[in-house]
């Protein structure tokens, strides 16, 4: 991966998966450093960037955010599935719905010839919601697990509210990579 990093100074990455699940929240979170006070409804097609020191090298991270709630028209399509190098597909780990909602997204990558080549990822976000009391209306982990290593993809669940390594929790296991290719 580092030479593919240090070969594409700009490192074109999808965010992917159905409205609400927090997409524009993770992106935020990942190029602002903190959970928006409030965030507009995506329309169409938003990037943000953030620049990362990749052993030295200055590498810009370039993180598609999409409107979930509608496919794309034909002349967006093309433009926002060329040159990727990685994808982010997620899902609200207190939303079955959403879960089940990534295989219309994975089809639609499909299609457009982003397929099993690039680095993908799942990401269960809004773990800071899990109820470990209870396991109905929730995805659980061995069930994302299972699906990352059925589509290749390694898995994480996150929380663009209070990441993992923040929380007061302690629990073993958040913050950690459950699955990895
Ligand atoms: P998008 O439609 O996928 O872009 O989703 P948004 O980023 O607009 O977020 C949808 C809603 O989920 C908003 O009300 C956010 O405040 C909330 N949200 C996003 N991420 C998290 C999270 O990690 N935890 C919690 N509890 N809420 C979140
Ligand atoms: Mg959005």
Not at 37 to 66: C, H, M, N, S, Y
Not at 78 to 88: F, P, S
Request: with cysteine; charged share 25%.
């Amino acid at each position: 991966v580092s030479s593919l990093l240090t070969r594409c100074r700009t490192f074109k990455v999808l965010v992917i998966g159905d409205s609400g699940v927090g997409k524009t929240c993770l992106t935020h979170r990942l190029c602002a450093g903190e959970f928006p006070g409030r965030v507009e409804a995506t329309i169409g097609v938003d990037f943000r960037e953030r620049v990362l020191d990749v052993d030295g090298e200055k590498i810009k991270l370039q993180l598609w955010d999409t409107a979930g709630q509608e496919r794309f028209r034909k002349s967006m399509v093309q433009h926002y599935y060329r040159n990727v190098h990685a994808v982010l597909f997620i899902y609200d780990v207190s939303s079955p719905a959403s879960f089940s909602g990534l295989t219309s997204w994975i089809e639609e990558c499909r299609q457009n010839s982003l397929g099993q080549g690039i680095p993908r990822f799942l990401v269960g976000n809004k773990s800071d919601l899990r109820d470990h009391h209870r396991t109905d209306g929730q995805v659980s982990q061995e069930q994302a697990m299972s699906f990352a290593k059925a589509h290749g993809m390694m898995f994480f669940e996150t929380s663009a509210k209070n990441p993992p390594s923040k929380c007061a929790s302690g629990r073993r296991g958040d913050g950690e990579v459950p699955y990895q290719q």
